[in-house]
């Protein structure tokens, strides 16, 4: 079974997100979204609160579930038995970021294979990190999550 990790913070987990998922999926036969836990990060959301987005973004997709996990990537899908990672990428400060990343991952994961994803253009200037920006300023997030995220967060005023 063909098992890949797309593997990151999802605070909150936006379209550009579930676009690269949704682009994956034909290649492999099952998708963990796995958020991975950085004790000394501070996050928005809970990681209750991501993992329920995540759950409730692919409930109904059975190739697709979420996961987390702390400590290096390369363990998590060691554990799950994923051979792949799965990244997107924006623009080139991303592209020199995972680079590196894939080439550690690679050696450090006994041949973990990472598969990148250039972003649409319509997605590429979606971060998690500008959202939670626009969330802080009491802004409009429904053209970069879900929208029932979207409602969430301007009912329960984060
Ligand atoms: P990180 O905390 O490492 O930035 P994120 O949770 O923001 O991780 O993102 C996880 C993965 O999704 C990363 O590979 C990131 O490049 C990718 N990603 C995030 N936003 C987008 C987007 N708008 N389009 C394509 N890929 C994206």
């Given at each position: ?79 799950i038995e994923a051979r792949f990672l799965i990244r997107g990428l924006r623009n080139a400060s991303d592209f020199d970021y995972e680079k590196t990343i894939s ?56």
């Amino acid at each position: 079974m063909k098992i890949a990790v797309l593997p990151g913070s999802f605070d909150p987990i936006t379209t550009g997100h579930i676009d690269i998922v949704r682009r994956a999926k034909p290649l492999f036969d099952k998708i963990v979204v796995a958020v991975g836990v950085n004790s000394q990060k501070k996050y928005l959301f809970s990681l209750e609160k991501r993992l329920e987005w995540i759950n409730e973004v692919f409930k109904d997709d059975d190739q697709v579930e979420a996961g987390f996990f702390e400590g290096l990537t390369v363990n998590y899908c060691k554990n799950i038995e994923a051979r792949f990672l799965i990244r997107g990428l924006r623009n080139a400060s991303d592209f020199d970021y995972e680079k590196t990343i894939s080439q550690l991952n690679h050696i450090i994961g006994d041949d973990l294979e990472t598969m990148f994803f250039i972003s649409q253009p319509e997605y590429s200037h979606i971060s998690s990190t500008i959202v939670r920006e626009i969330i802080k300023g009491n802004g409009d997030v429904s053209a970069f999550v879900p929208d029932f995220i979207a409602k969430e967060i301007t009912n329960n005023n984060y």
